[in-house]
């Protein structure tokens, strides 16, 4: 029943001297799926609580691109959290419920999604989401 759920993965980082940084995420190589959508996420305050709904079929690679946040995940059981700082990203399978919180005052998100925004593709209520798993 337990799906494996996906390792921090590191996007690469071009530090180009006194000219800024280059982040670079490509499919196959950071992101195992197409990329069909990609959304930012900014101005969270201290206790923001994002996600908490898991996805049908969606695939996605969350990057933290600036500052850092705590990501918990369910697919099953709990398991435990990843804190992501800059330039870490974790790939969300399917079915997987998600929990983001503890946000640093600048923190900047960069999702990639597999789709483009579909709300029957959410699962928003967390009794749902078990009975699903079963
Ligand atoms: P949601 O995915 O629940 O945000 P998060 O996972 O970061 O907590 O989206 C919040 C709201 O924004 C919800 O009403 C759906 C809407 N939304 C879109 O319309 N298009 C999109 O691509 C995304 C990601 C969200």
């Given at each position: 029943m337990a799906k494996k759920i996906s390792k921090v993965i590191k996007l690469q980082e071009?530090?180009?001297?006194?000219d800024g940084l280059i982040q670079v995420a490509e499919v196959k190589?950071?992101?195992p799926f197409n990329v069909k959508r990609v959304y930012f996420i900014s101005h969270?305050?201290?206790h923001s609580i994002r996600g908490f709904h898991a996805h049908k079929k969606l695939k996605q690679a969350i990057f933290c691109l600036r500052g850092n946040f705590e990501i918990e995940m369910y697919d099953g059981k709990w398991n435990g959290s990843n804190v992501l700082i800059r330039g870490e990203g974790i790939l969300i399978p399917p079915m997987i419920w998600h929990v983001m919180r503890?946000?640093?005052?600048d923190c900047f998100i960069g999702v990639f999604a597999?789709?483009?925004?579909?709300?029957?593709?959410?699962?928003?209520?967390f009794h749902d989401f078990k009975r699903m798993l079963k």
């Open positions: 071009i530090i180009d001297g006194n190589k950071h992101i969270m305050g201290y503890n946000f640093s005052d597999s789709s483009v925004y579909k709300e029957s593709d959410y699962i928003r209520n």
